[in-house]
């Protein structure tokens, strides 16, 4: 299987993909991800205004297959949701890294961002994942 993995995203282990714009970080789940939860049916995502820490649990996707969390990849405050998703929770599916975006943060602690993964290591990751 040949998944998309944009090089200009960072990564996590638990198939979060974050973009930086500005001061803005946005978060989603992996084509990876999507692929392996298969069609998904709805997404339970948190306020604006939440805060979160790294690695807590901020929502989750349903799916026809499964249950997945949507897992903080770093520290912060919840700006702004991809309200569309509500209505139209297959943007997660069809446009991973684009529509489909989760949510956007503002960090409280920058030094987490060198723990995410750069996109050859997520693929690494992906790798050993599927054997």
Same mark, same amino acid.
């Given at each position: 299987?040949?998944?998309?993995?944009?090089?200009?995203?960072?990564?996590?282990?638990?198939?979060?993909?974050?973009?930086?714009?500005?001061?803005?970080?946005?978060?989603?789940?992996?084509?990876?991800?999507?692929?392996?939860?298969?069609?998904?049916?709805? &997404?339970?995502?948190?306020?604006?205004?939440?805060?979160? =820490?790294?690695? #807590?649990?901020?929502?989750?996707? /349903?799916? !026809? @297959?499964?249950?997945?969390?949507?897992?903080?990849?770093?520290?912060?405050?919840?700006?702004?949701?991809?309200?569309?998703?509500?209505?139209?929770?297959?943007?997660?599916?069809?446009?991973?890294?684009?529509?489909?975006?989760?949510?956007? &943060?503002?960090?409280?602690?920058?030094?987490?961002?060198? =723990?995410?993964? #750069?996109?050859?290591?997520?693929? /690494?990751? !992906? @790798?050993?994942?599927?054997?």
């Amino acid at each position: 299987m040949s998944y998309e993995f944009p090089s200009e995203l960072m990564y996590t282990t638990t198939h979060e993909w974050v973009r930086f714009e500005n001061s803005v970080t946005v978060v989603g789940i992996t084509d990876y991800a999507q692929h392996n939860l298969g069609d998904i049916v709805f &997404i339970e995502l948190p306020d604006v205004g939440m805060v979160f =820490e790294k690695e #807590s649990h901020a929502g989750e996707i /349903e799916s !026809v @297959k499964a249950v997945g969390d949507l897992i903080m990849p770093l520290s912060g405050e919840v700006i702004e949701i991809n309200k569309r998703l509500v209505d139209n929770p297959e943007l997660a599916n069809n446009s991973p890294y684009d529509s489909g975006w989760m949510m956007k &943060i503002k960090i409280s602690h920058p030094n987490e961002i060198e =723990e995410l993964i #750069s996109v050859e290591d997520y693929k /690494e990751y !992906v @790798k050993s994942e599927e054997q």
